[in-house]
């Protein structure tokens, strides 16, 4: 109770109470171009501290790749954690490849969904069967000769928000679903409940990024750019060769840091291209902040930002039956970035299907980042089921 006999009323940002200040003594981002500046400026990333300390949780060799879980804290909110996966017995400087995991609504996980790990929460596990086809991206992607970084990104995982006692909006939405749960005989798990709040409390985080001048997804820009930072430092990873991948979500987060970094050389789009105009009016519901940051649309469409990346190789892959996007969204931004880039530097590919990463698409892309930055022979990966593009 306050001094009134008033209700304490809960934070909004449980867990980031450090948060504005970060933001206001680290207000902008330096970017190498002029180009990947107006994106920076229009996300509102923050300026990011110089290199963290990682601390080496634990280390594990398994059917080909050694594991490391990593932590490392930023300059607020709670530590970050991520996963090492690199070639066991690999001798001399390999490629790097930074794997982004999606939205999917699933906040309670992160990068954990990407990676083979001795045990797995439900969480990831479900993540992983509805979205990735089954497959854990990051360690094949390790299995193909590349070290990998999966890291949970600013509100995921280990960088989530503190729901226990959620903010006053966010409570009266999730408590209408818990009533739903109730009549319908569903008994949610403890990921079932933060999911469901973190999905109400995301309207509370983009309001509050854009008062400290920021976005939800310039926050999560920040963490990746940290975590490419660290991947770029780790010894045995070759800085000139370097790459990111991601699907949906993770799929503009890689867009992003391919324009906001010249580390990345290749990366990769997954289920994450189309035109803005096409998300007029049906399609505006069905994305999250990471694609609606406000005014973004005024440095071009989503596609032509992609001019603005020094990445050198791009693969975008379209699933036709996109329940996101609508498919001449999709066949617009492919014929733009075919009138901006030459054809040995962009890749488009159509797939069947709906709004998941399948193992022929992930084995697409495998091919792909090892050619453009040339890791091991792919005979090393287990058998995938591989159904090819349609046109």
């Known amino acids: 109770m306050t001094d009134t006999g008033q209700p304490t009323r809960p934070s909004a940002i449980a867990g980031y109470g450090d948060w504005p200040a970060y933001v206001q003594q680290h207000a902008r981002y330096h970017a190498a171009t002029a180009a990947a500046q107006e994106l920076a400026d229009a996300l509102g990333v923050p300026g990011a501290l110089p290199s963290p300390d990682v601390t080496v949780h634990w280390e594990e060799t398994h059917d080909g790749v050694t594991t490391s879980q990593l932590g490392w804290q930023l300059g607020f909110g709670p530590r970050s954690t991520g996963w090492l996966i690199r070639p066991a017995g690999a001798s001399g400087p390999v490629p ?28 990831a596990e479900n993540a992983r069967a509805g979205h990735y086809d089954g497959r854990a991206l990051a360690t094949d992607l390790a299995r193909a000769g590349f070290a990998v970084l999966a890291h949970d990104t600013f509100g995921w995982g280990s960088r989530r928000f503190d729901l226990s006692v959620p903010p006053r909006r966010t409570a009266a939405a999730l408590e209408a679903r818990q009533a739903q749960w109730r009549q319908d005989g569903v008994v949610p798990s403890g990921a079932d409940v933060y999911n469901a709040a973190a999905g109400f409390h995301e309207e509370t985080l983009a309001r509050t990024a854009g008062l400290l001048g920021t976005s939800l997804a310039g926050m999560v820009a920040h ?19 370097l790459g990111c991948i991601g699907f949906s979500g993770g799929g503009g987060r890689s867009l992003a840091l391919a324009v906001l970094s010249h580390r990345i050389k290749s990366y990769v789009v997954t289920c994450m291209m189309t035109t803005f105009q096409a998300l007029l009016p049906a399609f505006l519901d069905a994305h999250s902040w990471l694609l609606q940051t406000p005014g973004l649309w005024r440095l071009g469409d989503w596609p032509e930002l992609t001019a603005r990346a020094g990445a050198s190789r791009l693969l975008v892959q379209y699933a036709l039956a996109d329940q996101l996007f609508p498919e ?46 040339g890791a091991n022979d792919l005979n090393t990966l287990p058998p995938f089921s591989y159904q090819g593009p349609c046109s």
């Open 223 to 241: 963490d990746d750019l940290a975590a490419l930072e660290i991947l770029a430092a780790l010894p045995d990873v070759d800085q000139e060769r």
């Open 96 to 123: 790097g490849i930074l794997a982004l995991h999606c939205h999917g609504g699933n906040k309670f996980g992160g990068a954990d969904r990407l990676v083979e790990l001795p045990e797995s929460h439900p969480s």
């Open 328 to 373: 001449d969204g999709m066949r617009n931004a492919h014929r733009i970035l075919e009138s901006l880039h030459s054809p040995e530097s962009y890749t488009g590919s159509f797939w069947p299907g709906g709004h998941i990463f399948t193992a022929g698409m992930q084995r697409e892309a495998i091919d792909f980042l090892s050619a453009s930055l």
